[in-house]
């Protein structure tokens, strides 16, 4: 069965001394290539080279990276194929695998760069997905690089339930308002008044006890052991009763997430004032739940204490 395929040549456009290569789709097996001139531009000339069919398919690309992965979007970036040039590439494939399920996708521009990049987007939050690239001509293409695995980020999400908290009298006692963060990477959850940032128990505690402990080596120094025992007693008393008369916050992490081996929930709860509250402690309390690598801007909402 004779098969006829017209071949473009040379011409002035692409420089009469330049190189002009043709492709078979698929490989030929034949003793002999009979080859007659369509058309010409003045006298028909023509050199003609004819390769066999060795390693045609092109080089494998670079190893992909993964870079700015937030919980919808991923950039990949990848060397070219060795011989990007010569094998005349017609696109790179990139194939993205994630659950049960596997896409590809075609990149046909920029192909005369020496490095790439695509953004993929459109992901699913919190899900692992893996990337592996390859070459294209039109011959076929090369094989695929090695899988990069990624996890897409989660969140953040705020839950605040008290949202217009009303405090009836003065003194009253036990005001808790839990705030809870989630998102990974592992949120961080802080409340505010006024812009800025209520301060922790613990600090509350550690400046109580230098305070404390200030107070007795400057009068009396000269206490024996027993004495000494007793005033750091009575520290640590002071210390631990010191809180109930503040504003402050403790944030409790939750348990290590299967997925991503880190916590993912953050818990933030306000503590008024444990022995009363006071007319100066009404305002509005923020809390806010940041997750710094999807967003400079943290998420918040408002409790006000009336």
Known sequence: MHTTKIFPGNSPLRGVNTIFANWL??????????????DSNDD?????????CGNVLPDVPGMPSISNIKS???????????DYLESQLERYVIRVSYENYTMKINVTSDLEEKYLTYNLRNLTEYTFYTVSIAAGSAIGISNFTEEVTFLTLYGPYLFLKEQNLKIVEVNEKNITIPCTGRSYPTPRVIWKKDGKEI???????DASINSTEASNNSTEVS??????SNNSTEVSNNSTGASNNFIYQISTPSRLDNKSNVSIEVTSTLFVRTNGIKYEDHGNYTCEVLNVNESSIPLSKTVEIQ
């Open 25 to 38: 789709n698929v490989s030929v097996i034949a003793r002999h290539i009979r080859i007659e001139i369509q």
């Open 44 to 52: 028909p000339c023509l050199r003609l080279e004819v390769y066999g």
């Open 72 to 82: 919808r979007l991923a950039v990949i970036t990848w060397k070219a194929a060795g």
């Open 199 to 205: 301060q922790s128990r613990e600090n509350i505690i």
């Open 223 to 228: 206490n024996n052991s027993t004495e000494a």
